[in-house]
């Protein structure tokens, strides 16, 4: 069997990609430029993470965005303020986008409640979970096109788990969060690549 060392499990930052690496930080929303076409986040805990991603324009923008955040009706219209901003300032308005939704290592108990317009156009209060709620906003902003929303279906090189110093861990960890890089240029994660993973040594046990 493998075993990590005390201590070996550490990961290490690729200082080379991180020069063209653009760190969202929590309640924040950013998008790649063409000097630092890699975007992403980390301490991503109770928080939610997305990616609206543009192949066409080689344009990713991500959110990181905590709870209290979705709970407010206020932080949430600026939240979809800022979005449809960035998307006007970056000439994508009209442009077709990929949707993915990362759930944070700590997943969200809190739910919301959101009117909804049934077929006869009669107001009906429904209950959601956050991560509901990050999709339905993301999904109807005006000025964009949906082409696909992928909330699950990730490889376990994508998206990191990580512990508050750093090491890898599982989701079993109360501290554990979660972390990716994305690469606009390509539309792929390079979350290994920029997150170093520690070389696996052989130990003996006894």
Same mark, same amino acid.
Not at 31 to 46: F, R, S, V, W
Not at 105 to 124: F, G, H, P, T, V
């Given at each position: 069997?493998?075993?990590?060392?005390?201590?070996?499990?550490?990961?290490?930052?690729?200082?080379?990609?991180?020069?063209?690496? @653009? /760190?969202? +930080?929590? $309640?924040?929303?950013? &998008?790649?430029?063409?000097? #630092?076409? %890699?975007?992403?986040?980390?301490?991503?805990?109770?928080?939610?993470?997305?990616?609206?991603?543009?192949?066409?324009?080689?344009?990713?923008?991500?959110?990181?965005?905590?709870?209290?955040?979705?709970?407010?009706?206020?932080?949430?219209?600026?939240?979809?303020?800022?979005?449809?901003?960035?998307?006007?300032?970056?000439?994508? @308005? /009209?442009? +077709?986008? $990929?949707?993915?939704? &990362?759930?944070?290592?700590? #997943?969200? %108990?809190?739910?919301?409640?959101?009117?909804?317009?049934?077929?006869?156009?009669?107001?009906?209060?429904?209950?959601?979970?956050?991560?509901?709620?990050?999709?339905?906003?993301?999904?109807?902003?005006?000025?964009?096109?949906?082409?696909?929303?992928?909330?699950?279906?990730?490889?376990?090189?994508?998206?990191?788990?990580?512990? @508050?110093?750093?090491?890898?861990?599982?989701?079993?960890?109360?501290?554990?969060? #979660?972390?990716?890089?994305?690469?606009?240029?390509?539309?792929?994660?390079?979350?290994?690549?920029?997150?170093?993973?520690?070389?696996?040594?052989?130990?003996?046990?006894?």
């Amino acid at each position: 069997m493998i075993f990590y060392s005390k201590g070996d499990n550490m990961i290490k930052i690729n200082n080379e990609l991180k020069e063209k690496f @653009i /760190n969202v +930080s929590m $309640d924040d929303i950013q &998008i790649n430029t063409k000097d #630092k076409p %890699i975007i992403g986040t980390y301490a991503l805990g109770p928080c939610m993470g997305f990616i609206l991603y543009s192949k066409e324009n080689k344009k990713a923008i991500v959110g990181h965005i905590s709870s209290s955040q979705l709970l407010d009706d206020n932080s949430l219209e600026k939240l979809k303020l800022k979005i449809l901003k960035i998307i006007a300032q970056n000439n994508l @308005i /009209n442009a +077709s986008f $990929d949707i993915t939704l &990362i759930e944070g290592a700590q #997943k969200s %108990i809190y739910y919301k409640e959101w009117y909804e317009l049934d077929i006869l156009q009669n107001q009906e209060k429904k209950t959601y979970s956050l991560f509901e709620i990050l999709e339905k906003t993301l999904t109807q902003l005006p000025t964009i096109k949906i082409n696909s929303i992928n909330n699950s279906n990730f490889k376990t090189e994508d998206i990191q788990m990580v512990d @508050i110093e750093g090491n890898l861990c599982d989701e079993h960890n109360n501290e554990a969060s #979660k972390q990716f890089a994305f690469n606009a240029n390509t539309g792929k994660f390079i979350t290994n690549e920029l997150f170093i993973l520690p070389e696996k040594k052989e130990t003996k046990k006894y």
